[in-house]
């Protein structure tokens, strides 16, 4: 009779699931999981593989001779024994290919954000976000403990205002490079100057710029010529255009140093596994040999922006605003039924009224892949355009 009582408690206490879930319902924000096959049919305009290389040889090799070397898994916390030489490896190359001194790996892009910026703030001291920031950074500055201060969106002049009127000791701004819903760029000359003049450190997530933006795909922060600035930190993802996974943290090796004794991310996690860095590094080389790609994957998204009359994209990312959720998610399951592959993004993804079909530009999409995209995406989006509203 106790354990009957314990259940039914246990049960009625998570009886606010279901009024949740009819909310969601009622919004058009449920979401449900879509394994895909391995010989998937789809054309794929929603993965974040915008070079093309999650099947290449040499990535697959890359990780076959570490996974061979090393074993399935990191066995271990980076401090303890989860830290190999091809760690260490990995963590120099992609500090030479982006002008940083140092390189730090976790074991996600999610964990380089929290784990950098928790280290980089706390009580204190003041974070300045921009509102078009990555989950990852929005969710650090909730752990930080430190003041926040929510900029809009590429807005310079609230940054500089809130860095002026500060009271902390201490400043941190935040930004993307290439903002992952938009696929537009961050002002990056312009908040550098801001943070130099009020001694703050710019912090720049980089995931969708790797690969895409910069000489030879080395990011944003590379091609507006700050590589390698002290008062700059760079994070990025493995997981897109290096076609593995994990993160990784760049800029000075003082700043490496004190991740290392106080980033939580990277001292209670495990390691990235050894296949996931032999991936990375073989996805690094052939970005190196091959910087076509780069080249590649924009002129792949001006073909998309064209198709769907959308704006000349800055990056791989061409998004198709069409404001309400249930609209975009009826293109996405035509667009599926008619073999194309695209992004839905709803809230609370993107801001309410801005639901969208988020198109990822990948570099090896050939000529009659495109001629196929354009013909599912015209007829799909002929009566289902929506107007943003104002």
């Not at 609230?158 to 009127?165: F, I, K, M």
């Not at 290392?260 to 080389?285: C, E, K, M, N």
């Given at each position: 009779?106790?354990?009957?009582?314990?259940?039914?408690?246990?049960?009625?206490?998570?009886?606010?699931?279901?009024?949740?879930?009819?909310?969601?319902?009622?919004?058009?924000?449920?979401?449900?999981?879509?394994?895909?096959?391995?010989?998937?049919?789809?054309?794929?305009?929603?993965?974040?593989?915008?070079?093309?290389?999650?099947?290449?040889?040499?990535?697959?090799?890359?990780?076959?001779?570490?996974?061979?070397?090393?074993?399935?898994?990191?066995?271990?916390?980076?401090l303890?024994?989860?830290?190999?030489?091809?760690?260490?490896?990995?963590?120099?190359?992609?500090?030479?290919?982006?002008?940083?001194?140092?390189?730090?790996?976790?074991?996600?892009?999610?964990?380089?954000?929290?784990?950098?910026v928790?280290?980089?703030?706390?009580?204190?001291?003041?974070?300045?976000?921009?509102?078009g920031?990555?989950?990852?950074?929005?969710?650090?500055?909730?752990?930080?403990?430190a003041?926040?201060?929510?900029?809009?969106?590429?807005?310079?002049?609230?940054?500089?205002?809130?860095?002026?009127?500060?009271?902390?000791?201490?400043?941190?701004?935040?930004?993307?490079?290439?903002?992952?819903?938009?696929?537009?760029?961050?002002?990056?000359?312009?908040?550098?100057?801001?943070?130099?003049?009020?001694?703050?450190?710019?912090?720049?997530?980089?995931?969708?710029?790797?690969?895409?933006?910069?000489?030879?795909?080395?990011?944003?922060?590379?091609?507006?010529?700050?590589?390698?600035?002290?008062?700059?930190v760079?994070?990025?993802?493995?997981?897109?255009?290096?076609a593995?996974?994990?993160?990784?943290?760049?800029?000075?090796?003082?700043?490496?140093?004190?991740?290392?004794?106080?980033?939580?991310t990277?001292?209670?996690?495990?390691?990235?596994?050894?296949?996931?860095v032999?991936?990375?590094?073989?996805?690094?080389?052939?970005?190196?040999?091959e910087?076509?790609?780069?080249?590649?994957?924009?002129?792949?998204?001006?073909?998309?922006?064209?198709?769907?009359?959308?704006?000349?994209?800055?990056?791989?990312?061409?998004?198709v605003?069409?404001?309400?959720?249930?609209?975009?998610?009826?293109?996405?399951?035509?667009?599926?039924?008619?073999?194309?592959?695209?992004?839905?993004?709803r809230?609370?993804?993107?801001?309410?009224?801005?639901?969208r079909?988020?198109?990822?530009?990948?570099?090896?999409?050939?000529?009659?892949?495109?001629?196929?995209?354009?013909?599912?995406?015209?007829?799909?989006?002929?009566?289902?355009?929506?107007?943003?509203?104002?």
């Amino acid at each position: 009779m106790g354990t009957e009582r314990a259940g039914g408690a246990a049960c009625d206490a998570l009886s606010w699931l279901d009024d949740v879930e009819r909310e969601r319902q009622a919004a058009g924000l449920r979401r449900e999981l879509r394994p895909r096959g391995v010989a998937d049919p789809l054309i794929d305009l929603a993965s974040n593989d915008y070079l093309g290389l999650v099947r290449h040889p040499r990535v697959l090799a890359g990780a076959m001779d570490a996974l061979n070397r090393w074993g399935s898994g990191a066995t271990g916390s980076r401090l303890v024994t989860g830290t190999t030489s091809d760690h260490e490896m990995l963590e120099r190359e992609l500090a030479e290919f982006v002008g940083a001194e140092s390189g730090l790996v976790f074991a996600s892009g999610y964990a380089a954000n929290l784990g950098a910026v928790t280290a980089l703030s706390g009580r204190g001291s003041l974070i300045v976000s921009d509102a078009g920031c990555h989950a990852s950074l929005v969710d650090a500055c909730r752990l930080s403990r430190a003041r926040v201060v929510v900029a809009p969106h590429t807005d310079v002049e609230s940054v500089a205002r809130a860095l002026s009127e500060r009271t902390e000791e201490r400043a941190l701004v935040l930004t993307d490079s290439v903002f992952s819903a938009d696929g537009d760029l961050a002002p990056l000359l312009e908040l550098h100057r801001v943070c130099r003049e009020h001694r703050a450190v710019l912090l720049v997530d980089e995931a969708h710029a790797i690969g895409v933006r910069g000489r030879g795909g080395r990011g944003l922060v590379e091609e507006v010529g700050l590589a390698g600035a002290p008062d700059i930190v760079v994070t990025a993802t493995l997981s897109k255009s290096l076609a593995s996974q994990g993160g990784v943290v760049l800029g000075s090796a003082k700043v490496r140093a004190h991740l290392v004794d106080a980033a939580r991310t990277f001292i209670f996690d495990t390691g990235l596994a050894p296949a996931a860095v032999g991936a990375a590094r073989a996805a690094l080389s052939v970005l190196i040999r091959e910087p076509e790609r780069v080249t590649a994957v924009l002129d792949r998204a001006r073909k998309l922006a064209r198709i769907t009359g959308s704006d000349e994209p800055s990056s791989a990312v061409v998004p198709v605003i069409l404001g309400d959720p249930d609209v975009a998610l009826a293109a996405a399951t035509a667009c599926r039924e008619r073999g194309l592959h695209v992004g839905c993004f709803r809230p609370p993804s993107v801001p309410y009224g801005t639901s969208r079909l988020r198109l990822t530009a990948r570099a090896t999409i050939d000529a009659d892949e495109m001629s196929r995209i354009e013909s599912i995406l015209s007829e799909v989006l002929s009566d289902r355009m929506v107007a943003a509203p104002a």
